[in-house]
Nanobody
Framework: QAQLVESGGGLVQPGGSLRLSCTAAKSLSILNDMGWYRQAPGGQREMVARISKRGATKYADFVKGRVAMSRNNAEHSVYLRMNNLTAEDTAVYYC??????????WGQGTQVTVSS
């Protein structure tokens, strides 16, 4: 019954790529800003990328040029393509849906581990 379900994480070698997916429950409206956030062990949750209802994107400086967020509203999904991954990208990645006064929604997270 999770409303946002992430997938696509896993173990990848440095320099490798992954594509994360987040699929929302069909009963949930996703026509709002969405985002990907990450939290490394011992660290704070930080924004990686955000995307507007119409597809405008914003990226954190530490990933800009290496990641691309997209959305497919018909598929009720958002994606995060990540290239040239480094060990510093190791974190749990969370999908986010902004809902203002309805209450923001977070997925359970998907683990990304970048290691040889």
């Amino acid at each position: 019954q999770a409303q946002l379900v992430e997938s696509g994480g896993g173990l990848v070698q440095p320099g490798g790529s992954l594509r994360l997916s987040c699929t929302a429950a069909k009963s949930l409206s996703i026509l709002n800003d969405m985002g990907w956030y990450r939290q490394a062990p011992g660290g704070q949750r930080e924004m990686v990328a955000r995307i507007s209802k119409r597809g405008a994107t914003k990226y954190a400086d530490f990933v800009k040029g290496r990641v691309a967020m997209s959305r497919n509203n018909a598929e009720h999904s958002v994606y995060l393509r990540m290239n040239n991954l480094t060990a510093e990208d190791t974190a749990v990645y969370y999908c986010y849906l902004q809902r203002w006064r309805l209450g923001d929604i977070w997925g359970q997270g998907t683990q990304v581990t970048v290691s040889s």
